[in-house]
Nanobody, 126 residues
Framework: QLQLVESGGGLVQPGGSLRLSCAAS????????IAWYRQAPGKGREGVAC????????HYADSVKGRFSISRDNSKNTFYLQMNSLKPEDAAIYYC???????????????????WGQGTQVAVSS
């Protein structure tokens, strides 16, 4: 049914920018909770940014506040993670996720998502 495919990962220098895209197909995610997670070597999967299904709340991990921005384009059934001022510690595999509104409280968006993309590698190195 719902398929999520990330793109836009790659190698950037510290201080650089990158925009990740998550294209959804099979279902519209216009009213879903959406999120970006990342996993670095030796660490667990970390919630980076999310938007609640009702659109009332956007949350960011403290480590990325002021640098990353999550957004969506419902006309394209796609959502994005704009990453600016990248740091070496941002290097990770980044995953997009989406969840039907019935599974989360309206303002909740870091949780146990059922639908995930395959991941895209972000490397930050000089």
């Amino acid at each position: 049914q719902l398929q999520l495919v990330e793109s836009g990962g790659g190698l950037v220098q510290p201080g650089g920018s990158l925009r990740l895209s998550c294209a959804a197909s099979g279902r519209t995610v216009a009213h879903y909770a959406i999120a970006w997670y990342r996993q670095a070597p030796g660490k667990g999967r970390e919630g980076v940014a999310c938007i609640s299904s009702d659109g009332s709340n956007t949350h960011y991990a403290d480590s990325v506040k002021g640098r990353f921005s999550i957004s969506r384009d419902n006309s394209k059934n796609t959502f994005y993670l704009q990453m600016n001022s990248l740091k070496p510690e941002d290097a990770a595999i980044y995953y997009c996720a989406a969840e039907e509104p019935a599974y989360f409280a309206g303002s909740y968006c870091f949780g146990s998502y059922r639908y995930w993309g395959q991941g895209t590698q972000v490397a930050v190195s000089s």
